[in-house]
């Protein structure tokens, strides 16, 4: 009897674990037609200094996507629209396999994902940690080089609601 009690708290502390590993288009809901005014803080390649550039952001969510619309104020050939879309189930944002979600009394969410793939050329482990309000958004990239133990901020956008 013990044995099977075990058995079925191990597999609801399973389901439990893995329910909160997805998200959903309504969990960006509050982004949607939104503006943002911030800094992107990202680490050079050419000399591994530290650069701040002034950004805005609008974003869009429509159906299973949210789109960035981000414009740099001293970069303008920077500018770009990018679109992350909900997929597997809800289990990945694009290409990023969600690890974690934090979801906060206070309406705060935090979305962790890693994805396989390249920094400078070399093969690493690369890390998005998002997170937002109703008045504060985070977008911060973390990578770790296969041959290195350690994870290192390779960029980072910080919001607030304009």
Partial sequence: MKTLITLFITIAVSIFANAQQKVTISDFESLHNTNWA?????????????VTLPTMLQIEVKQHKIIFNTKYTTEESANNKSILKIKNDGTYIGDQKITKVNRFANGSIEIETMYEGQDA????????????????LSMKKEVEFKDTQGKFIRNQYTYTKA
């Fill in 38 to 50: 911030g800094e992107l803080m990202y680490i050079n390649y050419s000399d591994n200094k530290e």
């Fill in 121 to 136: 050329n070399k093969d690493a482990t690369i890390y998005i940690t998002y997170f937002f309000n109703d008045t504060k």
